[in-house]
């Protein structure tokens, strides 16, 4: 039992900055990678940005040079540090882990619930 939760969204003017925060927790052997996704209304769920255990990112290029991943593995933490936010990046952000749990059986796929970010103009 694995679970992602998000934090950090809110309501922000144009220009401005937010870091969003994913703490997993449960029974936790290992997490290989971890990343941040978002969906806009009527929109599908689209990658931002993604990182290793050994560092790696990458991201999307509506993002790239704004946005920063990185994360805390003592922690099992990754946050999105997010900075000149625009309108368009108005969208429900998910974190998303892939994870070995402690029991050892195999790789899971878990997502957040997510959390809100408005970008106004």
């Known amino acids: 039992q694995v ?7 809110g309501l922000v003017q144009a220009g401005g900055s937010l870091r969003l925060s994913c703490a ?11 990343g941040w996704y978002r969906q806009a209304p ?7 940005a993604t990182i290793t ?5 990458n991201y999307a290029d509506s993002v790239k040079g704004r946005f920063t991943i990185s994360r805390d593995n003592a922690k ?3 946050y999105l ?4 936010l625009k309108p ?3 969208a429900v952000y998910y974190c998303n882990a892939a994870v070995l749990p402690g029991e050892r059986l ?6 957040g619930q997510g959390t809100l970010v408005t970008v106004s103009s």
Do not use: C
């Not at 009527?42 to 931002?48: A, E, S, T």
């Not at 255990?53 to 990112?57: A, D, K, Q, V, Y």
């Not at 195999?106 to 997502?111: A, K």
């Open 3 to 9: 679970q992602l939760v998000e934090s950090g969204g």
């Open 24 to 34: 997993a927790s449960g029974s936790i052997f290992s997490i290989y990678a971890m």
């Open 42 to 48: 009527g929109k599908q769920r689209d990658l931002v």
């Open 53 to 57: 255990s050994s560092g790696t990112t």
């Open 76 to 78: 099992n933490m990754v």
């Open 81 to 84: 540090q997010m900075n000149s």
């Open 88 to 90: 368009e990046d108005t």
């Open 106 to 111: 195999g790789y899971v796929q878990v997502w």
